[in-house]
């Protein structure tokens, strides 16, 4: 039993449904350079640590690296993310979060990008960062986390 290689066709999403249903993970792949790779490490890591991985798995089946905007394919169920984006390893994982939240939205039938969608993904994102911050052990973590909060506790999305 597998993820359909696409989730673009009504039949493909159904199916990926199906076996989110079934709380079937996909294998998380990571494709780009070795500094990428690294980088995309020590963020899933973090996801890891705040309890989020299989949330992530679930709904995300790659991440990788590009020179353009990073974006969710929501049609592939992968991150396309640039070097820029993985920089700062708590905001790639809370980022990887709220682009899984996205996915998540999609196969529910949910808009998944517009004023009500951002604010559930940006909702997610902040849920993340305080269960990271709660979770993590490290005092530079917790105090990225707590800068991230701050930032968007100011968006217009909260």
């Known amino acids: 039993m597998s993820f359909p290689e696409k989730a673009y066709a009504e039949g493909e999403v159904k199916e990926a449904e199906k076996l989110v249903e079934k709380c079937y993970r996909r294998r998380l792949r990571v494709k780009g350079s070795p500094e990428f790779k ?6 899933i890591e973090l996801v890891k640590t705040a309890g989020y991985y299989n949330f992530l798995r679930t709904y995300i089946g790659e991440i990788a690296e590009i020179d353009g905007f990073t974006q969710l394919r929501v049609s592939e169920a992968a991150i396309w993310a640039n070097k820029y984006a993985v920089a700062n390893p708590v905001d790639a994982a809370s ?3 709220q682009k899984a939240n996205h996915m998540k939205d ?3 039938g949910k808009p998944y990008y517009g004023g009500s969608a951002e604010r559930r993904s940006v909702k997610k994102r902040t849920e993340f960062l305080e269960a990271l911050k709660r979770k993590s052990r490290k005092k530079e973590i917790k105090e990225e986390c707590e800068r991230l909060l701050k930032e968007w506790s100011e968006s217009v999305y909260l």
Do not use: S
Request: proline content about 0%; glycine content about 0%; charged content about 35%.
């Open 38 to 43: 690294q980088k995309v490490k020590k963020a």
């Open 95 to 97: 980022l990887f979060i």
């Open 106 to 108: 999609y196969l529910e």
